[in-house]
């Protein structure tokens, strides 16, 4: 699960990004941190977060086959913003992600191996939240419960966009 909440330091403009690892149905791994890079756009910040999640998954990955489990499928990284989901699965940058450094689109590298699938989740749904943003107590204990283990997450998470087209018309 991953989530980033675009331009939330007021001072610096910096979008945070949280991610939380589930194996097993509990949380393995969980990270929230400032991005490094002034995103432009929600887009930018959400797919920035991904390639940060992205990153420990494959490091998860590693110590898995490591210690001897293997990982034959993909493993499923749930995102909630339309736009990252578009341009990860589609296997191209459009016209107005130009600007975005080129180690973000590593991403778009480990969608093509097999390595991630990107999947969509309602924001409602994403449990990640409760790394980024001020909850209400009930949206809190709810995504708690989430990664706590005592609520699963398959039932709630919609079909993937995976391999479809991004328009680049102007």
Known sequence: LVDSDWAADT?????ITGLIIMFAGGAIAYKSKYQEVIALSTTEAEFV??????KVILFIRSILEDLGISQ??????FEDNQGALLMANAQQPTRRTRHMEIKHFSLLDWVEKDLIILQAISTHDNAADAM?????RQLFYRHYDTYMGRR???KYVNTS???QSVSTSS
Do not use: N
């Open 152 to 154: 699963g997450i398959s």
């Open 49 to 54: 977060a991904a390639c940060d999640a992205a």
């Open 72 to 77: 034959p499928d993909a493993t499923i990284l």
């Open 161 to 163: 966009v995976r391999k």
């Open 11 to 15: 001072i610096k403009r910096k979008s």
């Open 132 to 136: 980024i943003k001020f909850l209400s």
